[in-house]
């Protein structure tokens, strides 16, 4: 079967998204386009060979979608995936899921309602290859109970329009969800305290921030989120067990020796450093549509979990450095948990 996918949002990473739907990953065809810019949605409709439709609403009702990706902004992403829901179709939406834990909250009770799982969130770092090696090393227990995480987030510049909470709710939001997938562990604190900040950034935004929190196994991770670095996007994460340490490969690249120095290039950009996990959790987002079995990516709770945690990163942040702790509802049993 070919899975029929509508898209909402036709701006930079919904188009991203198509091109892999369309060229990358076999099995799916993009059928639907909708975007609050109607020109915007028309064009890429075209390019496509997709209709344009004038709502999401539409979108979702279309008898020629079968499972809907939610690009759009953020703020709409709710709406979209509860009406998705209310459908019965699958849906894939980035990041966030929505972005008050109180819309996340709707989400997984009417997908618990559902009584099937039909929401994957996009958190494209479980697909990476290098995080599902550590996954692996860390699963095999041979390192002994993880301790310590020191992980590094630095993106060359960003926008005017980034400010200083999107470091928590549009960056380090990645190693939030990626590190409780990998430690199989929650995080019950976060705590943000702020270094000189670098002169290379616009002056409303509080850069670097160093981002503490702590699991529930008492495990403590380190972030350095640093979104001016200048020089590349740059993702470290190290995970220090009793036994040894796992340490993320940077991606591969040649060596080369010229004018007396030797190094390897720095990626610049996190479509490249992620592409081929963007092109992985896709390929088998499609395949389990396909198969009509329930995603095993991340889930709405995932989304919800996240929302969380990066609430209390910006509360902490807001206080001046307070540790908060996180105000998290227990896990249902419909996703893993004892609730
Ligand atoms: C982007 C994206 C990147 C992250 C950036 C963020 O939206 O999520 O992966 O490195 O900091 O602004």
Redesign the pocket.
């Known amino acids: 079967m070919t899975v029929r996918v509508g898209v909402i949002g036709a701006g930079m990473i919904g188009q991203d998204h198509i091109r892999r739907l369309t060229e990358v990953v076999t099995g799916a065809t993009v059928t639907a386009v909708t975007d609050i810019d109607a020109g915007r949605a028309a064009e890429v409709a075209a390019r496509t060979g997709a209709t344009a439709l004038p709502t999401g609403a539409d979108l979702v009702a279309s008898p020629d979608v079968d499972a809907v990706l939610v690009t759009s902004w953020g703020p709409t992403h709710a709406e979209h995936v509860l009406n998705a829901i209310a459908a019965g179709k699958p849906v894939f939406c980035e990041k966030p899921l929505a972005t008050t834990a109180e819309d996340c909250l709707r989400i997984v009770e009417a997908e618990r309602a559902h009584g099937l799982r039909l929401v994957q969130v996009g958190f494209m770092r479980r697909f990476d290859p290098g995080y599902r090696q550590m996954k692996e090393v860390l699963s095999t227990g041979s390192l002994g109970a993880p301790l310590i995480v020191h992980c590094a987030?630095r993106?060359p510049t960003?926008p005017e329009s980034y400010h200083s909470a999107m470091a928590a709710q549009?960056?380090a939001v990645?190693e939030i969800d990626v590190l409780r997938w990998l430690l199989d562990d929650e995080i019950v604190s976060a705590q943000v305290v702020t270094p000189r900040a670098t002169s290379k950034r616009f002056a409303h935004l509080k850069d670097p921030q160093i981002m503490i929190f702590e699991t529930s196994a008492g495990v403590r991770i380190d972030l350095e989120v640093f979104?001016n670095c200048q020089y590349g996007y740059d993702i470290q994460c190290e995970v220090v067990g009793e036994d040894g340490l796992v340490r993320l490969p940077d991606p591969a690249a040649v060596g080369i020796r010229t004018a007396a120095r030797h190094g390897t290039g720095v990626l610049q950009d996190?479509k490249d450093r992620f592409a081929e996990a963007f092109d992985t959790e896709f390929r088998e987002w499609v395949a389990s549509v396909a198969a009509g079995t329930q995603p095993t990516g991340p889930s709405a709770w995932d989304g919800y979990a996240a929302t969380v945690i990066t609430d209390a990163a910006v509360r902490s942040l807001e206080s001046g450095g307070e540790t908060v702790t996180t105000d998290m509802k227990p896990r249902p049993a419909f996703y893993g948990g004892t609730a």
Do not use: E, F
Request: aromatic residues 12%; glycine residues 0%; charged residues 10%.
């Open positions: 987030h993106n960003v549009d960056t990645h979104v996190w």
